[in-house]
Nanobody, 115 residues
Framework: QVQLVESGGGLVQTGGSLRLSCAAS????????IGWYRQAPGNQRELVAIISWAGTTNYADSVKGRFTISRDNAKNTVYLQMNSLKPEDTAVYYC?????????WGQGTQVTVSS
């Protein structure tokens, strides 16, 4: 199993920045991808960014050029640097690990962008 703990959410003004962290523990050697997803009230959960354990990345069109996903394999941690934040980025952000033995979610962290 893999356990995921997100941190770094909060309240920020439009145009501001936040960095989210996702710390993984447990059977991290089984991880293929870690992704950041978000879910706003009344909306479905959507993929924001994803990174393979080899470092390949992919982003939702809505965040390209503003968000950067990165990982520190030594710390088993994945980061999401969010710049130029907009009110429509407001959501609960979840970390997800896709492994060879299962799929795991963190508890989520709230990001609120005020206008």
């Amino acid at each position: 199993q893999v356990q995921l703990v997100e941190s770094g959410g909060g309240l920020v003004q439009t145009g501001g920045s936040l960095r989210l962290s996702c710390a993984a523990s447990g059977s991290t050697f089984n991880i293929k991808f870690i992704g950041w997803y978000r879910q706003a009230p009344g909306n479905q959960r959507e993929l924001v960014a994803i990174i393979s354990w080899a470092g390949t990345t992919n982003y939702a069109d809505s965040v390209k050029g503003r968000f950067t996903i990165s990982r520190d394999n030594a710390k088993n941690t994945v980061y999401l640097q969010m710049n130029s934040l907009k009110p429509e980025d407001t959501a609960v952000y979840y970390c997800n690990a896709d492994t060879f033995t299962g799929n795991y979610w963190g508890q989520g962290t709230q990001v609120t962008v005020s206008s």
